[in-house]
């Protein structure tokens, strides 16, 4: 593997995006980008982008605006810009462009887990063409709280408070997701069963679960569960792509497995090619649970075999 460090001047206009292209040794078969999730940084990704690359797969991934290296090079942990609820997709499509002119005839494939798969959603629906695949991982169908958040948030703005931050507001959003968990040790136990990478996400200088957006960006975040829901949105994503839909039963941002068969159910009411797979008894990061991340990792790569017929 070799691999290549990227910065480019975001959407908003204000923060330079760090990212990277990881290449295989063998001959590339195609192009995966990955679209890391809230609070969290592309490289906790190591271990798939590994097993992309040994299947032949160039891998690109950014650390989007606020998040991982793009935050600590900038100081900027709490800002997405003023630029809308699309930012980071527009952010994801630069490196698109990036990418592929440096590979223009690979096959181009999108992975995104948790926010990723959300930012991967409106990405789809907006510059779908060309792509050969969708596959999402822990994604949320409709968002609980989303739809009585954003009128809140938007007031705020209107007030003048758009670049307050309220860590309670994130509270709103995100703090009801350890409720069917006994005993939790963590607020974020809802990540993982496994304790050990529950630590070692909290131990990870390049996460951020405590810095809070700001009013301005919690009110993006929200605008783009909003607007990734129901078949209004999915007949916007080109029919001609394929999506695989994978999560965990006991995953709170897909409601049990319920949100992810709802995604599922859009698609395929609007005449997309979906298959779904859920991992009974594990949370959120499917990928990252060391009894079953090969079996995922492997999962996504047949899926993409099939679609480039290998």
């Not at 699309?86 to 005839?105: F, S």
């Not at 003048?160 to 994130?170: F, H, S, T, V």
Request: charged content about 25%; hydrophobic content about 40%.
């Amino acid at each position: 593997m070799a691999f290549e460090e990227l910065s480019f001047q975001s959407f908003n206009q204000k923060d330079h995006i760090k990212a990277w292209i990881y290449t295989p040794i063998r001959k590339p078969r195609g192009i995966v980008q990955l679209v890391h999730g809230f609070g969290e940084h592309s490289r906790r990704y190591l271990h798939m982008i590994l097993k992309l690359n040994e299947a032949g797969f160039v891998v690109a991934a950014d650390d989007h605006v606020a998040h991982g290296k793009t935050a600590l090079d900038s100081g900027n942990w709490s800002d997405w810009g003023d630029k809308g609820y699309m930012t980071m997709a527009e952010d994801e499509h630069i490196l698109r462009t990036i990418v592929q002119e440096k590979y223009p005839d690979l096959p181009f494939f999108m992975f995104g887990h948790s926010m990723g798969s959300m930012i991967a959603r409106g990405y789809a629906a907006t510059y779908g063409e060309g792509m050969a695949g969708l596959l999402l991982c822990g994604t949320s169908g409709v968002f609980p709280k989303a739809a009585e958040m954003v009128p809140l948030l938007k007031k705020l703005i209107d007030e003048g408070k758009g670049e307050e931050i309220n860590p309670d507001l994130l509270g709103e959003f995100l703090g009801w997701m350890t409720e069917r968990i006994e005993n939790p040790s963590t607020p974020n136990d809802w990540i993982a069963g496994d304790p050990d990478v529950v630590a070692d996400h909290a131990n990870d200088p390049f996460n951020n679960f405590i810095s809070p957006p700001n009013i301005r960006s919690l009110y993006y975040f929200g605008m783009m569960m909003e607007t990734i829901v129901g078949t209004q949105w999915a007949e916007k994503v080109p029919v001609s792509i394929p999506v695989y839909n994978i999560a965990g039963d006991l995953d709170p941002v897909g409601l049990y497995g319920e949100g992810v068969y709802a995604v599922s159910n859009w698609l395929g009411e609007t005449g997309h090619r979906v298959k779904t797979k859920i991992y009974s008894g594990y949370r959120h990061e499917i990928h990252n649970y060391r009894d079953i991340r090969d079996e995922v990792e492997d999962g996504i790569i047949d899926f993409m075999n099939t679609i480039i017929g290998e």
